[in-house]
């Protein structure tokens, strides 16, 4: 079993959907979770960041949290044809990021 | 732009042949990761740098792999007699030192070996 689960889609939803993207994890170590974006042939970019259990808004992203369960969400409201891209969570432990593989998004127009 | 900068952005060279790869992180950040992805996937860990220290390095990191960062500002990461598996996107990223905020990440090295 990975550290780190995340599917890898492809999810394709309508321009304007609300989207869900998760990801489940082992180690109760785990310290702090990001959300990273990667358009194709780029490097990551990161989007959010949070440490505690709970949610954390930034524009239309909303970052979830549950560590009781090990559960890790990305919410993204009125999705953009420009919202198209990978998104990679990933969790620090110690020094180390661990990554999931990453889920591949489309948002239609 | 004041970002993590990666020179060059693609490589193509011979198996066998030796490369090198720059990164200059963001300026006040202490640390400086490299990481190698393959499509598909994400990041590997290879390496990292507290200033000048490499304090880490990954089982991945064969010895034909050497990370440099002499004055804790820029970083070169060398692969000598390339092999058509080192063909991956090499990544950059840069944080500092303690507590909040995640690594920020360079565009990318692609490097193709033929």
């Avoid at chain 1, 990021?97 to 239609?108: C, E, R």
């Avoid at chain 2, 030796?18 to 200059?24: G, I, L, P």
Wanted: contains cysteine; proline residues 5%.
């Amino acid at each position: 079993q990975k550290e780190v689960e995340q599917d890898p889609g492809p999810l394709s939803v309508p321009e304007g959907a609300i989207v869900s993207l998760n990801c489940t994890y082992s180690n109760s170590a785990f310290q702090y979770f990001m959300w990273y974006r990667q358009y194709s042939r780029k490097g990551p970019e990161l989007l959010m960041y949070t440490y505690s259990s709970g949610n954390k808004e930034d524009g239309r992203f909303t970052a979830q949290v549950d560590k009781s369960s090990k559960y890790i969400s990305l919410f993204i409201r009125d999705s953009q044809p420009s919202d198209s891209a990978t998104y990679l969570c990933a969790m620090r432990l110690n020094r180390k990021l661990i990554w999931g593989l990453g889920t591949s998004l489309a948002v239609n127009p | 732009d004041t970002g993590v900068s990666q020179d060059p952005r693609h490589k193509i060279t011979k198996r066998g042949q030796n490369v090198t790869f720059r990164c200059d992180p963001i300026s006040e950040h202490n640390r400086l990761y490299w990481y190698r992805q393959t499509l598909g996937q994400g990041p590997e860990f290879l390496t990292y740098f507290q200033n000048e220290a490499q304090l880490e390095k990954s089982r991945l990191l064969s010895d034909r792999f050497s990370a440099e960062r002499p004055k804790g500002s820029f970083s070169t990461l060398e692969i000598q007699r390339t092999e058509q598996g080192d063909s991956a996107m090499y990544l950059c990223a840069s944080s500092l030192v303690q507590g909040a905020g995640g690594q920020f990440f360079g565009p990318g090295t692609r490097l193709t070996v033929l």
